[in-house]
Each structure stands twice: as structure tokens, then as C-alpha cells.
T-cell receptor
Framework: DVKVTQSSRYLVKRTGEKVFLECVQD?????MFWYRQDPGLGLRLIYF???????EKGDIPEGYSVSREKKERFSLILESASTNQTSMYLC?????????????FGSGTQLSVL | GENVEQHPSTLSVQEGDSAVIKCTYS??????FPWYKQELGKRPQLIID?????GEKKDQRIAVTLNKTAKHFSLHITETQPEDSAVYFC??????????????FGTGTRLQVFP
């Protein structure tokens, strides 16, 4: 079974801190994604990557950056955390190509910025 | 860009009744439409998906229908059970590189099934 592991389940940070959210998948998936989930807003795509060192902006990239130095790891970076970035962050991965569209999600990181 | 609207936001049904969740999309080039189920405190999981060359797809008690002309698709759950209680998300994609690229999700429907 595919495993997508997010490093922290809960995280509390202060405004202005630099925050790293880590995600690792163990199934050699090409595609990796970061979503944030907010009540009433669904899942919104922040960034995605379809190869090592490749990244594409999603719908809400402002205030975030990403890093994909290895195929299995995709990091989300909040350069200077703000209170409006308090949210549930979900990492996901998938194989490339038509017919491999299923997203496998991690358990999520609930980030609180105080 | 693509916009996906989902209704209703909450839905309560009696066990054994049917439940229908509806989504509309804005981009006529979208060609892949998955549905994800997220139980309380758990990660979203794919339950069924449909492509634009198919009008309906069934898997046991769940079915999805697609109307390309009207740009809407629906999830149908028959004979609902308490374990169907969850948040359901629809999504749409044009599949630029793969069908998971730029998957745009709806805002979710919280389904409660009462015994």
C-alpha cells in the first residue's frame, strides 16, 4: 500500500517564523502536491511537482515555496508564517500519466500560527 | 481558470435512503472527474472517478453521472449506511501532464447518515 508520510500531525508556530512541512512517499511516484484544507473552502492547491527539481504554482502559492531535491520528498516552506496560514496542510502523490490519476494523501499537518 | 461548485454543503439522510451530491465545473476542457471521501480525522481517499467519454459509472452502491453539455456531474449513494457519513469532495481536471495536474476540488459536502 502506498504510504505518504507527513512529518508532523500538529505544529504550533509564531508569526514571522520560517516553517518547513515535510512529506515523503515510498512508492516512486513522479507527482507530488501540497494542498491546504479550510472549512467551507475545500482543498486548494498550493504547489505541485511532477519531477525532481520541478515545481508548478497552484491556485494559492502566495506566501509559500517548495523544494523537491529527491523524488520521494516534497517540502512546503512558509518563509514568514502569518496567522492567515493557520490551516490543515495535506500532501499527496500520484504516478504520472493517464490512468494513474489517483491521489494518495498524507494524514495532514494541522498548523497553528500564533 | 477552472472553478468547481459543489452542493449541498451539508446533507442529512436516514439510513437506507439515497443521497445525491452535485457539482458543476466551468472549463469545458475538463475531462477527468474524481470523487474523494474524507472520514472524520482521516485522509481523503478516492472512491470513484469518471472520464468525459463516459456518461455514467457504477461501483456497488455508488454511482457517478456526467453531463458534459451542462457541465455538471453528480455522486449518487444508494442504501446509505452510517459508515457513509463523511465529507465528500468532487474535483475536475484537464490533465495537462497527467490527470492529477491542476485537480480543482469543490468545497465539500458533509453527509450524515442517521440510523
Amino acid at each position: 500500500d502506498v504510504k505518504v508520510t507527513q512529518s508532523s500531525r500538529y505544529l504550533v508556530k509564531r508569526t514571522g517564523e520560517k516553517v518547513f512541512l515535510e512529506c515523503v512517499q515510498d512508492m516512486d511516484h513522479e507527482n507530488m502536491f501540497w494542498y491546504r484544507q479550510d472549512p467551507g473552502l475545500g482543498l486548494r492547491l498550493i504547489y505541485f511537482s511532477y519531477d525532481v527539481k520541478m515545481k508548478e504554482k497552484g491556485d494559492i502559492p502566495e506566501g509559500y515555496s517548495v523544494s523537491r531535491e529527491k523524488k520521494e520528498r516534497f517540502s512546503l516552506i512558509l518563509e514568514s508564517a502569518s496567522t492567515n496560514q493557520t490551516s490543515m496542510y495535506l500532501c499527496a502523490s500520484s504516478l504520472a500519466g493517464t490512468g494513474n490519476e489517483k491521489l494518495f494523501f498524507g494524514s495532514g499537518t494541522q498548523l497553528s500560527v500564533l | 481558470g477552472e472553478n468547481v461548485e459543489q452542493h449541498p454543503s451539508t446533507l442529512s439522510v436516514q439510513e437506507g435512503d439515497s443521497a445525491v451530491i452535485k457539482c458543476t465545473y466551468s472549463d469545458s476542457a475538463s475531462n477527468y472527474f474524481p470523487w474523494y471521501k474524507q472520514e472524520l480525522g482521516k485522509r481523503p481517499q478516492l472512491i470513484i472517478d469518471i472520464r468525459s467519454n463516459v456518461g455514467e459509472k457504477k461501483d456497488q452502491r455508488i454511482a457517478v453521472t456526467l453531463n458534459k453539455t451542462a457541465k455538471h456531474f453528480s455522486l449518487h449513494i444508494t442504501e446509505t449506511q452510517p459508515e457513509d457519513s463523511a465529507v465528500y469532495f468532487c474535483a475536475a481536471s484537464k490533465g495537462a501532464v497527467s490527470n492529477t495536474d491542476k485537480l480543482i476540488f469543490g468545497t465539500g459536502t458533509r453527509l450524515q447518515v442517521f440510523p
